[in-house]
């Protein structure tokens, strides 16, 4: 239930975008990623479930780069546990 909120402002990120654009930004995926990641570690696990096929689809699309995702989600994974 506490979930639903991250995930749905996540993928509002994603959707939300200037007109006749493509892609949304590149700070919106940034963002989007790092709600599902915080979400995923501090209230529950299977968001994982949603978050690795969108971080998979992202990549092969060519809206982000392995490097952008992996320093999102190591930085925003360690805040959330709190090792940081």
Do not use: W
Request: one cysteine or more.
């Amino acid at each position: 239930m506490f979930a639903l909120v991250p995930v749905n402002l996540a993928y509002y990120l994603l959707h939300d975008r200037a007109p006749k654009s493509m892609q949304a930004s590149k700070r919106c995926i940034n963002t989007a990623v790092a709600l599902l990641t915080f979400t995923t570690v501090v209230f529950r696990s299977e968001v994982a479930l949603l978050l690795v096929p969108l971080a998979l689809q992202l990549l092969y699309q060519g809206h982000t780069t392995f490097l952008d995702l992996l320093k999102v989600g190591v930085l925003v994974g360690l805040t959330s546990v709190g090792q940081l």
